[in-house]
């Protein structure tokens, strides 16, 4: 198995804002921080304002330290894809969990059935039976006897063998011998002085 290095992160350049408003930032702080805190902080004062009003003394923390929890820790890099944000990657899991993958059906053209979220309760509900025993979410963990499993009701699974084939010089050679000699024979060959 071959090994090589990959050079592709000493090039990641990270934008910096070096001053604000003519405040001086002194080294910067990245644009993705920046952006994100724009985003975060008006997002979580204002859904706190429009619910709670003004917030209390006590509660001063809860109205601050969330948007900036999020925002320090969302602006950083994934370190399962280093390519992106830690929010980014957040949002992905949670539109996962939100819709589930749905396929893909007539190329998109009619929409999927909205079956995920059962099924994800009820595949939750098979790994850990204590959530079936809850009073008021009971029936979203167990699965009824009698409806089949909506992923399963489409029919078998198809199986597919895929064969495996390479084709040499030889082979490639042959196959351009036959297709110049039909094309001489049916009269379509390229005309002199013509490259193709």
């Known amino acids: 198995m071959r090994t090589s290095a990959t050079y592709t992160r000493h090039w990641d350049l990270e934008t910096r804002q070096h001053e604000l408003l003519g405040l001086d930032l002194g080294e910067g702080l990245p644009r993705t921080t920046l952006k994100y805190g724009a985003v975060m902080f008006p ?11 003004f917030p209390l003394k006590p509660l001063i923390p809860l109205f601050l330290l969330p948007p900036l929890f999020f925002t320090y820790f969302g602006a950083k890099r994934s370190t399962l894809y280093w390519r992106r944000t830690n929010l980014l990657i957040w949002g992905v899991r949670l539109n996962f969990l939100n819709h589930g993958v749905r396929p893909v059906i007539g190329r998109g053209r009619i929409p999927a ?8 309760t009820q595949r939750l509900g098979e790994r850990s039976p204590q959530l079936r025993e809850m009073p008021a979410f009971s029936s979203m963990f167990t699965t009824d006897g009698d409806t089949p499993d909506a992923a399963e009701s489409c029919g078998k699974p198809a199986h597919l063998r895929p064969r495996l084939r390479m084709y040499g010089p030889d082979a490639v050679a042959k196959v351009r011998a036959k297709a110049t000699k039909r094309q001489r024979r049916t009269g379509k060959a390229a005309p002199k002085g013509t490259t193709s």
């Open 43 to 53: 997002l979580w004062w204002g859904a706190w304002i429009v619910l709670f009003g």
């Open 113 to 120: 059935p909205k079956v995920g979220l059962r099924l994800r």
